[in-house]
């Protein structure tokens, strides 16, 4: 089971601390410090599948160099504001990966092992696209 903490430092920020003891600070963009708690979700979203896309990249034995995700969302305009759009754009770097092998660890994560993405999925659409960038060559 999953759990987390958070505590109101002052004024509108915050600390958000995890089941292992590692922590980020949030805040409404006023503050001018912290993480938005709406931009958090895209943060979660991305790394969720961040992580699922490099483990079975290296499992395919085509491990990567270089991963970036980009995550944009569309928000309602009114309270409470939920998220009916996120679109995830990676930027992937590494030896030998084909489009077939990222196209297919990307769909796996989505579909199947990202916890956040399955949790979000039914109020929002989540579309993503890839582009694979070139290595230095030697």
Same mark, same amino acid.
């Given at each position: ?46 790394? /969720? ?8 990249? #290296?499992?395919?034995? %085509?491990?990567?160099?270089? *991963?970036?995700?980009? $995550? ?41 092992? /990202? ?8 109020? #929002?659409?989540?579309? %993503?696209?890839?582009?694979? *960038?070139?290595?230095? $060559?030697?």
């Amino acid at each position: 089971m999953g759990t987390a903490i958070v505590k109101w430092i002052e004024g509108k920020q915050f600390i958000g601390i995890d089941s292992t003891n590692h922590s980020v600070v949030l805040s409404t963009p006023d503050e001018g410090i912290g993480i938005k708690p709406s931009d958090l979700l895209l943060i979660a979203v991305a790394s /969720c599948t961040a992580v699922d896309v490099v483990e079975i990249l #290296a499992k395919k034995r %085509t491990p990567l160099t270089y *991963l970036e995700i980009s $995550s944009s969302g569309e928000q309602d305009q009114d309270p409470p504001w939920t998220f009916r759009k996120i679109h995830l754009h990676f930027k992937i770097k590494g030896k030998n990966l084909t489009e077939k092998a990222v196209e297919q660890a990307i769909q796996l994560s989505e579909e199947k092992y /990202c916890s956040v993405a399955a949790t979000i999925r039914p109020s #929002a659409q989540i579309t %993503t696209d890839f582009e694979i *960038l070139p290595e230095p $060559s030697n």
